[in-house]
Structure formats: structure tokens, C-alpha cells
């Protein structure tokens, strides 16, 4: 097929989605757009504000008046970051900012997007659809480690709390909520490390891209 596939990674938080896919992408020669990013740099923008992360009109605005530089900004990441973040994302006008901008990218340049809601609503016509997912434990284990590994000292039945909280509250939204397409693939990576979980979604996209 001569044009460029959209790949969707979808998954809960801390579950090894962005990392899977940059590596699909830089072996694929696609594009990659984390779209965490979006909901996270619009999560901030309204802290920013002053206003509250579920104030459908503060939280809107700052959606539509996202820019190039908020994405690169260091400060979206940490506990109240990810709140934030998963609190605009539950609210509809939000999501309908960031939709076309999502779809562009795609389109545009063929890509590897992850997120919640990748095979489900932006691109339900994706060539490959994964759902990559992992134990709780095993998730907040990997954030844990990754905050202990930038200096922060947090207890990890905390980070496992948080994660919890979080994924319930994009599960259970009403607008796009965090679940598996019904073609997705799903992939658990609790036993995986990132190579074996790289080297079975390659497996899977190869042959869903051959037309197997
Ligand atoms: O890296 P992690 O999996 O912890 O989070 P993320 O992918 O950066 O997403 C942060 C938050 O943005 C999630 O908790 C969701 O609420 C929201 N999100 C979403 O609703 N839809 C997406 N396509 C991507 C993220
Ligand atoms: O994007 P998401 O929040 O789903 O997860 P990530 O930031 O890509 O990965 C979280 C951490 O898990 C990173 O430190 C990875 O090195 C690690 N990890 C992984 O990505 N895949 C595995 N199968 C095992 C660990």
C-alpha cells in the first residue's frame, strides 16, 4: 500500500505506550506524536491561569489557544501535571480542540500516535491498532522508577494510588474514554521488558501492514 499507515498505541498510564512507540516509528520511518502532550500542556496552561483543571470554559480556551512552545515546556510531568491533564482531557470541548489537529498529523505525515483513544475515536480506521497494558503494580513499579531516577522521592504505593485514580478517571469519562478498540491487539507487557514488548509489536504491525 502506498501510503503512509497510521499506527495507534493506546494503553493506560506508565504502561510502556511511548516508548513503543518512538521505537516503531524511528524503524518504520514514520512520524511519532505523543499525544499525552496535548492534554498535559492544556492541563498546565489553565494551572497557569489560576483556573480550575475542570472549569469546562477555562480548560476549553486553553485547548484552543495551545501552541508549539507549551508542548516543549519541562513542567508536565509530576503528580498535580498529571491530574491536570487527565481532568481537561475528560471534558468534550477540549477534546473536540485537539481532534482535527490530532487527524492532520496523521494524515499528513503517516504516523505512530499514542494515547487513550487512538483506535477508538481519532483514527478508527487505523492500518494497526495496539493496546498496550501492563499490572498496576507493575506500571507504577516503571514510574516510580523513572521519578526516582530524576530526584524525586515519592513513596510507590503513592505513585500506585495516583496511577490508579488516574486510569479510572479516563476509563470511566463519558467523551472518549480509555478502552481497546475492537481490532486493537492487545499486547501485556508485565512480563515484557521494552525490547521483548518492541520486538512483539513489530511482529504484529509487520503482519498487519503485509495484509496478513
Ligand atoms: O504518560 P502517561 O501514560 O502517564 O500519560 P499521558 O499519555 O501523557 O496522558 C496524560 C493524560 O492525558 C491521561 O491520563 C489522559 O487523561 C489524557 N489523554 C487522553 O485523554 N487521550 C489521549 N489520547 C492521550 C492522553
Ligand atoms: O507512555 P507510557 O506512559 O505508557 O510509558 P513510557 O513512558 O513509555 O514507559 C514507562 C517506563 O517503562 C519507561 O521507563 C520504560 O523504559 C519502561 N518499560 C517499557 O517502556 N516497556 C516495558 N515493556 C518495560 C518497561
Known amino acids: 500500500m502506498s501510503t503512509r499507515p497510521v499506527i495507534a498505541v493506546d494503553g493506560p498510564a506508565a504502561a510502556g505506550k511511548g516508548t513503543l512507540a518512538r521505537r516503531l516509528a524511528a524503524h518504520l520511518g514514520l512520524a511519532y506524536l505523543d499525544t499525552g502532550l496535548l492534554y498535559r500542556a492544556t492541563g498546565r496552561r489553565v494551572l497557569d491561569a489560576g483556573a480550575n483543571p475542570r472549569d469546562p470554559a477555562a480548560a476549553e480556551a486553553a485547548a484552543r489557544g495551545l501552541n508549539p512552545a507549551d508542548l516543549a515546556r519541562g513542567d508536565l510531568r509530576g503528580p498535580e501535571a498529571d491530574m491536570a491533564a487527565s481532568a481537561v482531557a475528560a471534558q468534550p470541548g477540549v477534546r473536540a480542540a485537539l481532534l482535527d ?20 475515536v481519532v483514527f478508527p480506521d487505523a492500518r494497526v491498532k495496539l493496546f498496550v497494558t501492563a499490572s498496576a503494580e507493575e506500571r507504577a513499579r516503571r514510574r516510580w522508577l523513572e521519578l526516582r531516577g530524576r530526584g524525586a ?14 486510569d479510572e478517571q479516563d476509563a470511566a469519562r ?6 481497546p478498540a475492537e481490532d486493537a ?21 509487520e503482519g498487519k501492514l503485509s495484509g496478513a
Open 101 to 120: 489537529w490530532q487527524r492532520d498529523f496523521g494524515r499528513t505525515h503517516g504516523a505512530v500516535l499514542d494515547g487513550r483513544d487512538i483506535g477508538t
Open 153 to 166: 522521592e515519592v513513596a510507590q504505593e503513592q505513585v500506585l494510588a495516583e496511577l490508579r485514580a488516574r
Open 174 to 179: 463519558a467523551v472518549a474514554p480509555m478502552k
Open 185 to 205: 491487539v492487545l499486547i501485556d507487557t508485565t512480563e515484557m521488558d521494552a525490547d521483548a514488548a518492541f520486538a512483539r509489536a513489530l511482529a504484529v504491525v
